[in-house]
């Protein structure tokens, strides 16, 4: 959160996989309960309706504003990001990130279902706030995560920022941005996911839920048996092959270009791709866009 004249700009970036702040994060997930639920853990109560946050993990949407859930978790990413800074009250600028390949295309949509409310009024954890919405700027995902390398960024770099929905991949040519080399590709940790419950189900006729296998590849250990672990790297390494394999589509070349692995799947690939290390940089705080939008 930075403080501008009196207005709290808030970063938000607004993955497939988790909502991110400057200090906050949780998964991209929620649920609507019809009443005030019995265990409230991160509730919003906005407009009447009572939202349990980070429960129900949100299936992948080409446009982000094609509901209301994203609207509802900005605002919980918002307030999470609020109460950190104990700021209940006040004016407020929406910083938000978006794939790269969908900016042209969506940008103005996501601004405008951003600020569609000038004043927010509800609770959360809680909590009361009554924030007013004046107004919202839009960068591309991944690329605010590199500022604070920007003075390295000469000769040829790509960046590839790897969330759970899709890969973003920029490539930057002495610092500067080619707009002609940028793309989205769905080709996020959520693929590496559905690839592992398949292999697991052809092996062993049976699986553990996605977020055992997610917590796996976060931690890097696991109570599963190590027959289990063994499918589960082996995947993660071919998973790895296919995300090198896109990345030369458009022009990475290890020998020539330094990587810079943005986004939770950067972790995985730091563990599992084989790439040498002295060649890639890898961001692996997954807050660090938002601290930068």
């Known amino acids: 959160m930075i403080d501008y004249k009196g207005t709290k700009i808030v970063g938000v970036d607004m993955g497939y996989g988790n909502m991110k702040t400057a200090k906050t994060h949780f998964p991209t997930a929620l649920r609507e309960y019809p009443d005030k639920p019995t265990f409230p853990g991160d509730l919003l109560i906005f407009d009447g309706k009572y939202y349990k946050i980070g429960e129900s993990r949100k299936a992948f949407i080409i446009s ?40 042209k295309s969506q940008r103005g949509e996501l601004k405008d279902y951003l600020t569609r409310s000038k004043r927010l009024i509800f609770e959360y954890c809680g909590r009361q706030f009554d924030l007013n919405i004046v107004g919202c700027k839009v960068y591309p995902q991944g690329y605010p995560a590199v500022l604070s390398h920007m003075n390295d960024l000469v000769g040829t770099n790509m960046i590839a920022d790897i969330g759970n929905g899709t890969i973003n991949i920029m490539n930057i040519r002495d610092k500067k941005v080619d707009e002609t080399k940028c793309v989205t590709v769905r080709l996020g ?7 592992c419950e398949n292999i697991l189900m052809e092996y062993f006729g049976k699986c553990p839920q996605s977020e055992v296998i997610e917590d796996f590849f976060i931690r890097g250990t696991s109570d599963m048996t190590s027959e289990y672990t063994a499918v589960l790297e082996k995947t993660a390494h071919e998973y790895c092959v296919k995300i090198i394999d896109t990345l030369s589509q458009y022009g990475y070349d290890p020998d ?14 730091k563990r599992y791709s084989g790439v040498d290390p002295d060649r890639v940089v890898y961001i692996d705080d997954i807050c660090a866009a938002a601290k930068r939008l």
């Open 64 to 103: 982000k504003t094609d509901d209301d859930d994203f609207y509802i978790l900005t605002i919980a990413a918002i307030a999470a990001e609020c109460l950190v800074n104990k700021v209940y009250t006040g004016n407020i600028c929406i910083a938000a990130g978006l794939p790269v390949s969908y900016m």
């Open 189 to 195: 940790v959520s693929v590496l996911l559905t690839m």
């Open 256 to 269: 020539f270009m330094k990587l810079y692995a943005v986004g939770g799947g950067g972790k995985i690939f």
